[in-house]
């Protein structure tokens, strides 16, 4: 993949480099075809399972939350969204996806239990967000996808990529992007009750171009 940062047009792992730059951490170096250099220990991918019960870190509008031990038990947490439509949330981007952290079936409960109640529903998200503490949420936006999503909408080239330490701050800049009101977003406006979310994209320093200037 490729995007936009800084008015240039960079490859994926300039992107990723850039963006973990500016949280201070650094890669290895990149041999002659711009392919990073084998890290010496690979845990490799695995499934996001071993279930555990913690708080809520508001305790409501649900006093526990279920997610994956591994996640607390990472050294950092990276967000990797697509930006896409919603059909329950309206939009996936820099908050939605820390909803994968919820091991398994219990996704499905959890969508039948708050999925009912729309704010509820995305209350319970923001809570996953704030208890774990994504270090950085990169969206990717080279192509999105409109209409009924997330599973039978359709793709639509963006040509961008967003990335912010803040998943609120990711989120108010994708809205930006597509030109899409905040208020609209469930997430959102769940992130303003809790004060996560800032309140406008007008309080964003943009290390680039504007994103309402890219699509």
């Known amino acids: 993949d490729s995007g936009r940062i800084g008015g240039q047009f960079l490859h994926g792992h300039d992107v990723g480099r850039r963006c973990l730059a500016a949280l201070g951490v650094r890669l290895g170096p ?7 250099q084998p890290p010496r ?3 490799g991918l695995f499934e996001l399972n ?7 870190p508001h305790r409501r509008p649900f006093r526990h939350l279920t997610v994956s031990r591994h996640v607390l ?7 990797l969204p697509k ?20 091991p398994g079936k219990r ?31 990169i969206i990717d936006a080279v192509e999105g996808m409109d209409g009924p ?31 899409l009101e905040p208020d ?7 992130g303003w009750e809790v004060g996560a979310a800032p309140r406008d994209a007008g309080e964003l320093e943009f290390l680039g171009p504007d994103p309402a200037d890219i699509a």
């Open 107 to 137: 996704k499905a409960w959890w969508h039948f239990r708050a999925g009912y109640h729309g704010n509820d529903f995305a209350r319970m998200i923001v809570e996953t967000y704030l208890a774990v503490k994504p270090v950085l949420t």
């Open 184 to 190: 609209w977003l469930p997430l959102v406006r769940a």
């Open 30 to 36: 990149f041999d002659g075809h711009h392919r990073p």
């Open 73 to 79: 038990e990472a050294d950092a947490v990276i967000n």
């Open 41 to 43: 220990t690979v845990r």
């Open 50 to 56: 071993r279930p555990v019960k913690i708080d809520s």
């Open 149 to 179: 999503g997330p599973i039978r909408g359709r793709p639509r080239p963006v040509g961008a990529m967003i990335a912010s330490p803040d998943g609120f701050a990711a989120e108010l800049a994708a809205c930006r992007l597509i030109r």
């Open 83 to 102: 930006l896409k439509a919603h059909q329950q949330l309206v939009l996936t981007a820099g908050v939605k996806n820390l909803f994968g952290v919820c």
